[in-house]
Each structure stands twice: as structure tokens, then as C-alpha cells.
């Protein structure tokens, strides 16, 4: 849109200019400077370049400012030109200040998103670690339950006195023995 206006802008400006005897017309020089300021503006715009560009184009409306001697209508048109170019390359400027608005919320959105990925990572490798001691518990709770239990020393019992059979009535043990009762050697 603005090679397209810059362009409809120089070919109006400056069809009548330069080669006349005619007062009325812009010198040959000066269309010459128009020009070229006009083709520095185009080439600052289509690079992006937009204050460069804004600057060229002040340029070009302080030199048609400055213009003496020269057709009132031509004057005006000219005139018109510059206020409109002035127009297009602020536009072009707005565009550069909302295109780094839109650069910095995408920017602060990336930054949104890596936080939450790494919240969700930690929360991840928390998860596992919980995870990995409940595992490690329940592995050591089915051991013990496979051990047989560990038997404690039962305290010794107290030695009891051997029991003696009751012995018969003739002093003879019914086993055929020497009885308690019986001296040695007398059977």
C-alpha cells in the first residue's frame, strides 16, 4: 500500500516538473531531491525500518514546505502527498509498536508455559519419588511377613526332682530292681 501511494505520489508530483521554462513547475533539482527522499522513504518502509522511514518522510514535506515560485495547485497536491505519507509511515510506525506488543506477550506466554512444564516436572519426579519409597516399604513389610518370626530364649525351667515310683508292700520295686528302700546285696 505505501510503494503503491509513493508511487502515485511521485508520477502526480512529478509529471509537470523539471523541463519547462514555466515558473510554475518544480526545477529539475528540486523534483530530482523529492524523488530521492521519496525512494529513501519506500526503502526504509519495506525494510522495516519505520522512524527512518517517518524521517524521510519529514524531510519530503519540508521540502515541499519550502517550495517558492511554484503552481498553488501543484503546491497543494504536493502538499497533500507529504501529509498523507506522513500518515502511512506513522501507521507503519504503530505497526512496529503493536507487532513488539504482540513479540512480548508471546514471549511472556512462552515464559508461562516453560514455568508450568517444570511445575509439572517437579511435580512428576515428586510423584515418583513418593511413589518409590511406598514401593520400597510395601517390599520391605512382605519381607518381614515371609520371615518366620525370630523365637526369644525361653527362660530355663527350674530343675525338678526326679520322682520315685512308689515302691511295693515287701520292699521290692514292681520293675525288678534295687529299690531305694532295699540295702545293696540282700536279694
Partial sequence: MLALFLAVACATA????????????????TASQITANLEEVRRLAAEGECIGAENAASAVSEQVDGLNGVDKK??????????????????????????????????EEEEFEAEQKATEKSEKTEEKAAEKAEKAEEKEQSKEEKEPPVKTPEPPAEEKEEEIP???PGGETGSGGVGPGAPAGES
Fill in 14 to 29: 512529478l509529471a509537470a516538473c523539471g523541463s519547462s521554462d514555466n515558473a510554475k513547475l518544480l526545477p529539475g533539482a
Fill in 74 to 107: 501543484l503546491k497543494q497536491a504536493l502538499g497533500e502527498g507529504a501529509a498523507r505519507l506522513n500518515e502511512v509511515v506513522t501507521s507503519c510506525e504503530e505497526d512496529s509498536e503493536a507487532e513488539a506488543e504482540e513479540a512480548r506477550e508471546a514471549e
Fill in 166 to 168: 512308689p515302691t511295693e
